[in-house]
């Protein structure tokens, strides 16, 4: 098998995904091998909530997954999403002499204070820079404009540090090392989307199972990221109080459902079939369906913020295996007016696979395939001795080569692990340590001139040189 691959990891709530793909020279992705685990019993709206059976989840998945490639995997790219993912806006401001010329370090430093900000149980997981207001001039790179004011517009993406750590331990307790983290939806944003609709302005919807994300473009610039409770399953379970079981409630969603319906195609005494002994009435059926994606879309158009209403010239971009339901397009356009809809089926990166799941274009692999582009270190290892016992050794974490990224280091979408945060902080504990200790030294060497000069000022000091010099005066006078 190959010695060179990449393998990337999405936590879903409906199943854990594992892939492995080379990337060749023409830029082009060939994947591999693919594993899917159902995850319904430990993760909900995307948040890992039982941490013994996600890290179980995952041992099975990275197991399978060697099977396939016969070659140890030493590292994994991890995508990271769900329900209490939110963004908030922040400004950092700083002043300056007159005449002083922004540098680098100005601009790093106003970075740094604005990671360092404290949100109550939130984890700041990636900071998207708007702009910078240098004096009242906006500008993307302030360094070498002279200014006396600047001013660095931020968007932090935040997660509740709760479910945060619950994810980094379900990786410690497989005992599998993380290569990066990534923002699931800024991976899907940069393989979805073009650059004419990141510029342009879009806002990019991931109908999931449990959640719908909303991601909105303007200028190349990520400007608001929400993660809404409500997804494709919540339909399902809508159509399971027609009284049936919720595979037959999903079957028939995948059979009969459409997100629009025109009032004179509604035949109020067709009926759909649940089974062979029982049905429903295709109205009712039509209601519940309608109802519960009419609510999906206005909390998605809610999270629009209300200054880019009319500035979505790239439209709205719809993915996820959501975003397959019949006339999805049209029930879109007539709850937010907005024309311009398109269905993302597929990534925009070329991908060679014989796997069905990736065959198929149907949106529901797009998030991985995201994460699976951002990788760029080999997460191969020694080939697998087929005579050895491949699932009951204990998996080995593999030392990183690489040094530890700052804040200001990430690449736009990357999160620090928690090795790197701790690295981060133990290098700010020293630097602030030192500082102490040369301002505590420059404090010591300036009490002891202020006391030097004390010394010589004192009474007792003035008058013993005033006699000194009496006394070198008459010894002149007398030679």
């Not at 949100?119 to 998207?128: G, S």
């Not at 991931?206 to 919540?234: C, E, F, Q, W």
């Not at 990183?400 to 928690?418: H, L, W």
Request: negative net charge; aromatic residues 6%.
């Amino acid at each position: 098998m190959a010695k060179d691959f990449i393998v990337a990891i999405e936590l879903g709530s409906s199943k854990v995904t594992g892939i492995a793909g080379q990337k060749n020279l023409d830029g082009s992705i060939s994947v591999l091998a693919v594993v899917q685990e159902s995850s319904s019993s430990f993760i909900r709206k995307g948040v890992v909530y039982n941490i013994d059976k996600t890290a179980q989840c995952l041992t099975n998945v990275l197991n399978k997954l060697e099977s396939q490639l016969k070659t140890e995997i030493t590292q994994v790219y991890v995508g990271v999403g769900g329900q209490s993912i939110r963004s908030v806006r922040n400004v950092i401001t700083k002043d300056l002499p007159a005449g002083t010329v922004v540098t680098q370090d100005m601009v790093l430093e106003i970075m740094d204070a604005n990671r360092n900000m404290q949100y109550p149980d939130q984890e700041i997981l990636d900071a998207a820079i708007q702009e910078y207001r240098v004096d009242a001039q906006l500008q993307i790179d302030p360094v070498g404009i002279p200014a006396t004011r600047i001013e660095g517009n931020f968007l932090n993406i935040l997660q509740r540090r709760a479910f945060f750590n619950n994810l980094n331990m379900c990786f410690e307790a497989a005992n599998i090392r993380i290569a990066d983290m990534y923002l699931a939806p800024l991976a899907l944003a940069d393989s979805v989307l073009t650059e004419v609709e990141k510029r342009s302005g879009c806002a990019l919807v991931d109908l999931g199972a449990d959640t719908t994300t909303v991601s909105v473009y303007s200028k190349n610039i990520l400007r608001h990221l929400a993660v809404i409770p409500l997804g494709a399953n919540n339909i399902t379970k809508d159509i399971a109080t027609l009284q049936m079981e919720e595979s037959d409630a999903e079957a028939m969603k995948l059979k009969y459902a459409s997100a629009f319906t025109d009032n004179n195609d509604i035949d109020n005494n067709l009926k759909y079939s649940i089974d062979l002994n029982r049905q429903v009435e295709s109205h009712k059926f039509v209601e519940i369906v309608e109802g519960r994606l009419e609510e999906i879309i206005e909390n998605v158009w809610y999270q629009i913020p209300t200054e880019y209403y009319d500035k979505l010239l790239g439209g709205i971009i719809l993915t996820g295996g959501g975003s397959n339901m019949k006339n999805i397009e049209r029930a879109f356009q007539n709850h937010t007016h907005i024309e311009k809809i398109r269905i993302a089926k597929f990534v925009t990166q070329t991908i060679n696979s014989n796997h069905e799941s990736i065959k198929a274009h149907d949106g529901r692999m797009n998030t991985v395939l995201g994460l699976l582009a951002k990788g760029d270190i080999n997460c191969a290892g020694e080939e697998i001795d087929p005579n050895g016992n491949l699932f009951g050794n204990e998996r080995q974490v593999q030392p990183t080569d690489r040094r530890p990224r700052q804040a200001t280091e990430t690449d736009p979408g990357v999160i620090r692990t928690e090795r790197e945060k701790q690295q981060a902080e133990e290098e700010a504990r020293k630097k602030r340590e030192e500082e102490e200790r040369i301002a505590a030294e420059e404090a010591r060497k300036k009490q002891e001139e202020e006391e030097q000069r004390r010394r010589e000022n004192s009474f007792w000091n003035k008058f013993k040189k005033g006699a000194m010099n009496f006394a070198k005066k008459m010894t002149e006078e007398e030679e």
